[in-house]
């Protein structure tokens, strides 16, 4: 797989088998994810990666609260601004009318986008997954280093035949996190990753994409 077919044939991937993920394909994308470059080398990520019983203890824990109608945790980051502005708003109205469209869910229908959503927190059946933390001190620019490190993640699974799912979903439990991971108090949960094979019988929207003249500017010489 080359690199485009790599970065052309990721997406956020909703349903997977139960097939076990490889620890040696995991051992392998880690490893080579450790090169993703950061500003003046700080590495600012700390990844957990989790599979079989503790994985399968998180899922339980996070899914009473889920079912018990639980309030999420208080947000310990912002996760979009409160006010988004044009073209984001519409942006974002455009990905939920493509995923829940996709699903068959009708616009108004609150309970059945929560209930698609809360598949969040079963990892969509994933048998893998992977929850990124970041200390508290370090401000946008390692931020950005973090998401150059996960999108690394995730291009180099589709290498090992592997999908996954960036989940921002999993801070809103991030005491349940914290639980069962036990991280040092200084970090703080970004996001989590379910990953594993794909269950093609699942449908999902495929996410289109602003056209480019949107979101890039060439200026030629
Ligand atoms: C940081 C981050 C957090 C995300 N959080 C979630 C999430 O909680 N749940 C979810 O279903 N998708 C989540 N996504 C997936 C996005 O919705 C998806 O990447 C976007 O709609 C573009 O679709 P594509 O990845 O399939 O191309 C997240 C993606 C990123 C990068």
Same mark, same amino acid.
């Given at each position: 797989?080359?690199?485009?077919?790599?970065?052309?044939?990721?997406?956020?991937?909703?349903?997977?088998?139960?097939? %076990?993920?490889?620890? %040696?394909? &995991?051992?392998?994308?880690?490893?080579?994810?450790?090169?993703?470059?950061s500003a003046s080398n700080l590495q600012p990520w700390h990844a957990y990666v989790l599979t079989g019983g503790p994985l399968a203890e998180l899922k339980k824990r996070t899914g009473e609260r889920v079912s018990t109608g639980d309030a999420w945790d208080e947000p310990e980051y912002e996760q979009y601004p409160p006010d988004l502005e044009s073209p984001y708003r519409e942006r974002r109205f455009a990905f939920g009318e493509q995923r829940y469209g996709a699903l068959g869910i009708a616009r108004g229908d609150l309970e059945a986008r929560q209930r698609a959503?809360?598949?969040?927190?079963?990892?969509?059946?994933?048998?893998a997954a992977l929850f990124c933390y970041i200390d508290r001190g370090m401000g946008p620019a390692q931020w950005s280093d973090v998401g150059m490190y996960l999108q690394t993640v995730m291009l180099l699974l589709r290498e090992e035949g592997l999908h996954s799912c960036a989940q921002m979903a999993w801070a809103k439990y991030h005491r349940t996190v914290a639980e069962v991971l036990s991280p040092p108090k200084e970090l703080m949960l970004f996001c989590g990753m379910s990953i594993g094979f794909e269950d093609v019988t699942v449908t999902d929207?495929? =996410?289109?994409?602003?056209? &480019?003249?949107? +979101?890039? +500017?060439? =200026?030629?010489g």
């Open positions: 797989m080359n690199v485009y077919e790599a970065v052309r044939s990721r997406r956020a991937v909703r349903g997977f088998t139960d097939r %076990q993920v490889p620890a %040696q394909a &995991l051992a392998r994308v880690m490893s080579a994810a450790a090169w993703a470059p959503a809360s598949a969040n927190w079963d990892c969509f059946g994933a048998p929207a495929r =996410i289109g994409r602003a056209p &480019l003249d949107e +979101t890039v +500017t060439f =200026i030629d």
